[in-house]
């Protein structure tokens, strides 16, 4: 199969989470026999089958380039790329310039469309956005989107997931977009309720992310913690507002057992987080952005890794990579639940500072290692190529009645 992935955030311009999620589904693809060309913005890209879309030079949304209007895409995918009459299919990993022209393209040249809905782009409003300012941000955005793709489904404020009218303005972005697809997928079961609940009325397919296995093909051991010893801890994931880093940091300075803390990532509150640390005396060791391969081996030697967002994350690949090595997590949303075995993760009793500490102050030798167990036990399922066999099935399908 020939397959046109448009994405706003891809691998070698922003680590983890679905700039990761895409690279390992393009990597295994690939591996399969199919052709899959990536449409994204960002600068000098080193890979074969990456096309770079016009994009803001200095413009960056938590370190990820942001790419031009979708008309300036289109144009320019017209002058320089082979038709799109060629592909079988577009499929689309996110709501911005680049992946509405993909949606653009697909319309014009009658392909069918696969959208994956990643994120949560109503608590990326509510919490990265200024009290002020975010309803006017997401009208903007909302504004700018409906100019390009059609809004008929209309979203207001209600109890369950858009308590403001900025978030109902978001949510309509998100639903109007995956409706523009031929076959929706989500992550989790939980975010495709979600999506459902606000208003996408195409085929659902719940597919996981999954980890390139290149990255975890090694034997990983239980993790042992010895009673006394220090609690290894990892931090895989933006150092920023959604991701809550700043409720973790403020856990971790009321522990009173001996801890360390390995944090990478980037993010709008990577500085405040290392004053903070060095202000408390933390056992912290700020790494910054890394390559995976890099992170995976510091996971080795972690008894615990660390997801503290709250009603923002669909998945998260912090939790599969933490599964496919064998590592215990915490977490503080209970819909992770779902996305981790059960007997393999401690959660917290709920998403304030004081919760997690006390879910990592308590936490046993015993524990750990029994965790470790059943991650190991479950590490295969989350690895692309048996998300990928998912993925080509969802594919097949919607070809096949495309062409009908």
Not at 224 to 250: C, H, T, Y
Request: proline share 5%.
């Amino acid at each position: 199969m020939k397959i046109a992935v448009f994405t706003d955030i891809y691998a070698p311009w922003s680590d983890g989470g679905i700039a990761a999620s895409v690279k390992a589904q393009k990597d295994e693809l690939e591996k399969l026999g199919h052709e899959v060309t990536i449409f994204c913005p960002g600068f000098q890209p080193h890979e074969k089958n990456v096309i770079v879309v016009p994009s803001f030079k200095h413009l960056k949304i938590n370190g990820a380039v942001l790419a031009r209007s979708p008309k300036k895409i289109v144009e320019y995918i017209h002058s320089v790329a082979p038709s799109l009459s060629e592909y079988d299919l577009v499929h689309v990993h996110y709501e911005a310039g680049c992946s509405i022209a993909g949606v653009m393209l697909a319309q014009e040249y009658g392909l069918p469309v696969v959208q994956t809905m990643h994120g949560r782009e109503d608590m990326a409003i509510a919490l990265n956005v200024s009290h002020p300012w975010k309803y006017l941000v997401a009208t903007v955005l909302n504004g700018l989107h409906k100019k390009y793709l059609s809004h008929p489904i209309k979203v207001k404020k209600d109890k369950f997931q858009a308590p403001t009218r900025a978030r109902a303005k978001m949510w309509e972005l998100m639903v109007n977009q995956a409706n523009q697809a031929d076959v929706v997928i989500t992550p989790s079961k939980h975010f495709a309720y979600k999506v459902e609940h606000y208003g996408v009325e195409k085929p659902i397919e719940v597919v996981s992310n999954g980890v390139a296995d290149e990255l975890v093909q090694e034997e990983f051991a239980e993790r042992q913690l010895e009673d006394g010893a220090v609690l290894k801890m990892i931090w895989n994931s933006r150092l920023s507002k959604e991701k809550r880093v700043m409720p973790f940091l403020q856990a971790v300075a009321m522990l009173r057992r001996p801890y360390l803390v390995y944090m990478y990532g980037e993010g709008n509150q990577y500085r405040k987080a290392q004053r903070f640390a060095k202000r408390h005396g933390l056992k912290i060791k700020f790494y910054g952005k890394r390559k995976r391969d890099k992170i995976i081996e510091r996971m080795k030697e972690a008894h615990l890794g660390i997801m503290a967002s709250y009603n923002f994350d669909t998945q998260g690949m912090t939790l599969l990579e933490a599964e496919a090595t064998g590592l215990p997590v915490m977490f503080c949303d209970p819909e992770m639940m779902e996305v981790v075995p059960a007997g393999s993760y401690v959660i917290a009793g709920g998403p304030e500072a004081a919760a997690m500490a006390i879910a990592l102050e308590n936490l046993s030798a015993e524990q750990v290692a029994k965790m470790s167990r059943k991650m190991l036990k479950h590490r295969a399922e989350v690895l692309q190529p048996v998300q990928a066999q998912k993925l080509l099935k969802v594919y097949k399908n919607v070809v096949r009645k495309n062409r009908q």
